[in-house]
């Protein structure tokens, strides 16, 4: 009995060899480039008489689309959809069973328009001083990479690998005055660049020491200015004594007794 059914599956799998070929698994862009098309295709001997045969697909493994007969499964084109995919056929009563090899597809999005702003942006920076650049693309698949610019010359590049952003910490220099920053973010697939924007206006450290000691003395010489005018209107409206005399000093006054000496000894 037990030779009987070794003898009966060896048949099957002769017959099954001859019946039709491993498949091959091959995948198509849609024309609306939305979607990823794969088609299980097999070679069935001619000579053989016409088999009913059904399809499977796998991703990663796991059952996507159950056996029918339909040899096609379609896929959208979205990042999560990446894998490794596999078609398996066989007959009707799922005696005779091949699989295909692996399909390793890989899905990218492209990046989108990246934002760039500087951080803490202040309006008297001065040569030195530290800004934060940061740059930012809602989608894309990962990593994105980003690059900072100022006036068409690199700044420095960052990595954003499990993020949509990335910043970049540089001292300022004189020559980034009103001049135009921007940044790229690049994918696999694609990349972008984010609109230019005007740097700040940039003061040296002696141009801005001299403005606060400007910013300092002006107060300071009005207020004397103001105490200036308050004296010359109260003289103004109360006149000063032009021809005031000294008070005639008392017999007691020290100062009168040595007069009054003086004056004695002139005239003996």
Same mark, same amino acid.
């Given at each position: ?12 799998? +002769?017959? #099954? ?38 399809? /499977? ?68 920076? +001065? ?28 700044? #420095?590049?960052?990595?954003?690998? /499990? ?41 040296? #450290? ?14 300071? /010489?009005?207020? #004397? ?26 017999? +007691? ?16």
């Amino acid at each position: 009995m037990l030779l009987w059914v070794a003898l009966l599956l060896c048949v099957s799998m +002769t017959e #099954g060899q001859e019946l039709f070929q491993n498949p091959q698994l091959s995948q198509y862009i849609s024309s609306e480039l939305s979607d990823v098309i794969l088609k299980c295709m097999v070679k069935v001997d001619p000579k053989k008489p016409a088999v009913q045969l059904f399809y /499977s697909f796998y991703k990663n493994n796991e059952l996507v689309q159950d056996r029918s007969q339909n040899p096609v499964f379609s896929t959208e084109v979205k990042e999560e959809n990446s894998g490794h995919y596999q078609c398996v056929v066989d007959t009707e009563n799922g005696i005779i069973q091949k699989k295909s090899g692996y399909l390793d597809i890989e899905f990218w999005t492209p990046v989108s328009h990246p934002v760039l702003t500087l951080k803490q942006e202040a309006t008297n920076l +001065t040569v030195g001083d530290k800004v934060e650049f940061l740059c930012e693309a809602q989608k894309g698949s990962l990593p994105i990479f980003y690059s900072f610019y100022i006036d068409g010359e690199i700044l #420095g590049k960052a990595l954003a690998p /499990s993020g949509r952003a990335a910043s970049l910490l540089v001292s300022v220099k004189a020559e980034w005055s009103a001049k135009n920053y921007s940044c790229e973010a690049k994918n696999n697939i694609s990349r972008r660049i984010s609109e230019p924007r005007k740097f700040p206006l940039v003061v040296s #450290g002696a141009t801005q020491t001299k403005n606060n000691m400007l910013s300092i003395w002006l107060p300071a /010489s009005l207020f #004397g200015g103001m105490v200036i005018a308050a004296g010359v209107l109260i003289c103004f409206f109360k006149p000063c004594k032009k021809d005031a005399r000294p008070e005639t000093p008392t017999p +007691t006054d020290p100062d009168y007794l040595l007069y009054a000496l003086v004056d004695n000894r002139r005239y003996k």
